[in-house]
Every structure is written in structure tokens, then in C-alpha cells.
């Protein structure tokens, strides 16, 4: 997934946020629902009805939405938290657009340790995984992909400009996931050694926004990204929630989501498309330039994840199954044996 841009650099964090999300691509002003829709009732009833798409596997609908309407819901949506449902749905986007991550380029979700209780989730939904439903499951994805082209080939969109929000879950010193530190030392690296651009990794699939949502997220990506890179947005997801009339969304205001088709996941950035608010976040090791140009020498955006076997159980040594003096003959009499 190759990026450009050609947005200007902007004096200040809370001036840049503000014209980035003015020049954002709304899906609410391009593809209305509820109270954005202007009109009579049977003209947003008709446009709805073409542009809403209702997912009839309840599996891929458990995948990417709230889970409005359905019975049984097996885990939480992407549109709720990148868990489980996401697991499942960027496996089906991989197989059903022929995405093949490299050896050891896996998203970062799935090398994380799985409780107990998300363990036999994952034993009990697989059993209704067959290859026939997989294979339609896929089947329907590229439908939806189809459908969010076709809205927005209409419209005349051949790209999109976006946003995405993303913060640590700590200090740098204590953090397990240091992410959005790498990304903002990245930037101050680039800029004091003169670099335009950068690379970091991305997961198969990613939430973009074209709203002020997660303001409080100190730190802004922003992209012009190919239309044809939008897998779905939020209001062409319709949602079985029946209470709700004709206008529910099933996914998160403003949401789009984006593939990644890098084999590495890794991406480019302009630098300037990197935007974080100094006030909240100060390099405290006020590096010299030497000290940043050592940084981009020494820093590698491929993450080389292992998928260790870990829940694999073996039996203590010396338990168990044995070899019977018959056996042991025949294994003495086979490593004797010329023909060996």
C-alpha cells in the first residue's frame, strides 16, 4: 500500500487537526442516513434501499458490526475492538482478495496470548466453518467491496482522504505497546536528518475516520488513499436492528475501512502526514542530529513475529508411552541392519 500526499505542513497541532478534517472525505455528506438525509421519506427510503447493503451470513455480520439484531453474538465486531471478530475477518479479506503476508509478517492482534475463554470461542465458532461457508463468507466480502466501489465510482471518487487516530497504552518505559512512540520518533528522526518519508507497519485491515472522533488521541495520520483500497464505510452497512427503522448504521459513525495489501504490511508515510500535538508528547532525550540519523540506520519497520505453539502441552519425560523389549530389539536390529 503505497501513500502520497500533498497536504501542507501546518504551524500547529490543533490548527493542522482542524483543516485535516475539513478536507476529509464525508460519507455523510456524500452518502446521508437518518437526519443527514434531505428529503421526503420515499426518497430516502428508495436511496437508502441502494445504498445500504444487508450482510446475510450472520458470521461476516458478527465480523464487522455492532451485532444489532443477531441472537448469538461470538465475539465483538471489528467496528467495537480489533479482537476476535477482526481475527476472522482479516483472514477472509486475505483469502478473498489473494493478500499473502510474507513468513513472519503477521498482523500484531494475532500474536497476542488468547485467554482461556477466547480459546473455546475460537474452538466453537470454527466447527461452523465449514470450506463451502468460508468460500461464500469470502464470496460476500468481495460483494461488499463491490458495492462500497460502486457508491463511490458514482459519486466520481477515485480517492479518498482520511484520518486515523492512535495513542500508546503508556509511558515509553513501561509500555507493551509502543507503536505510536516509534511513529512519532520516526518523524522528529526524519526531520532533523531531512527525510521526506518514513515506513512503519500496518495490520491487513485498519479503521480510518473522517470526523473529530478520538480527539483526545494525541497523535493524527492522514492519507489520500485509492478508492479502490475501501473494503466499506459505515453508512452503506445496513443493520438488522428492526427497532431502529431503515436508517441504522451497523458500524461506527465516520468509520471507513482500509486493506493493506503490502506482503510485509509495511507502508510509506510523508512525514508531514504525521501529525502529533507537542504539548501532550516531548522527546525528553533531546537527541542531536547525529543521535536521529543513528535512529534510522539502526531501525527496521519489519516486525519478524514468530508464531510460537503456545499452548502446546507434551507429557513430562518419563511418562507415558514406552517402547516394549520387542521394540527395542527391532529399532537395535534396524539401525544394524546394512541396508540401513
Request: one cysteine or more; charged letters at 25%.
Amino acid at each position: 500500500m503505497q501513500f502520497q500526499s500533498d497536504f501542507q505542513t501546518l504551524p500547529s497541532h490543533k490548527a493542522a487537526a482542524r483543516e485535516i478534517i475539513a478536507t476529509t472525505t464525508k460519507q455523510d455528506a456524500l452518502f446521508p442516513v437518518g437526519r443527514m438525509f434531505c428529503g421526503s421519506n420515499e426518497e430516502r427510503h428508495l436511496q437508502l434501499e441502494r445504498q445500504l447493503f444487508s450482510i446475510t451470513d450472520d458470521f461476516l455480520y458478527a465480523c464487522i458490526t455492532y451485532g444489532d439484531g443477531l441472537e448469538n453474538k461470538p465475539f465483538s465486531g471489528f467496528t467495537r475492538v480489533k479482537g476476535l471478530g477482526y481475527a476472522f475477518l482479516a483472514f477472509f479479506a486475505q483469502r478473498a482478495f489473494g493478500i499473502h503476508r510474507f513468513p513472519f509478517f503477521s498482523d500484531r492482534n494475532l500474536c497476542d496470548y488468547l485467554t482461556d475463554k477466547q480459546k473455546k470461542t475460537v474452538i466453537d465458532v470454527i466447527q461452523m466453518l465449514s470450506p463451502e461457508r468460508v468460500n461464500a463468507i469470502c464470496d460476500e466480502l468481495l460483494d461488499i467491496h463491490q458495492h462500497a466501489q460502486n457508491l463511490l465510482k458514482e459519486k466520481g471518487i477515485g480517492e479518498v482522504h482520511l484520518t486515523r487516530k492512535i495513542i500508546d497504552r503508556g509511558d515509553c518505559a513501561t509500555s507493551r505497546e509502543n507503536y505510536a512512540q516509534t511513529i512519532m520518533t520516526l518523524k522528529k528522526a526524519a526531520q532533523a536528518v531531512g527525510v521526506d518519508k518514513v515506513q512503519f507497519e500496518m495490520d491487513v485491515l485498519n479503521s480510518w475516520g473522517d470526523d473529530s472522533g478520538y480527539s483526545f488521541y494525541p497523535i493524527l495520520l492522514r492519507q489520500r488513499l485509492p478508492a479502490q483500497d475501501i473494503l466499506y464505510f459505515s453508512n452503506m452497512i445496513a443493520s438488522r436492528d428492526a427497532s431502529a427503522g431503515d436508517h441504522r448504521i451497523a458500524v461506527e459513525e465516520a468509520e471507513w475501512v482500509v486493506v493493506n495489501r503490502s506482503p510485509t504490511g509495511v507502508v510509506d508515510f510523508h512525514v508531514d502526514d504525521i501529525v502529533f500535538d507537542e504539548s501532550v508528547y516531548e522527546d525528553s532525550r533531546n537527541w542531536s542530529r547525529e543521535r536521529y540519523a543513528k535512529f534510522l540506520e539502526n531501525y527496521s519497520p519489519f516486525p519478524f513475529r514468530y508464531a510460537h505453539r503456545i499452548d502446546e502441552r507434551h507429557a513430562s519425560p518419563g511418562f507415558g508411552w514406552r517402547l516394549t523389549r520387542k521394540g527395542r530389539l527391532g529399532y537395535l536390529l534396524k539401525a544394524l541392519s546394512p541396508l540401513n
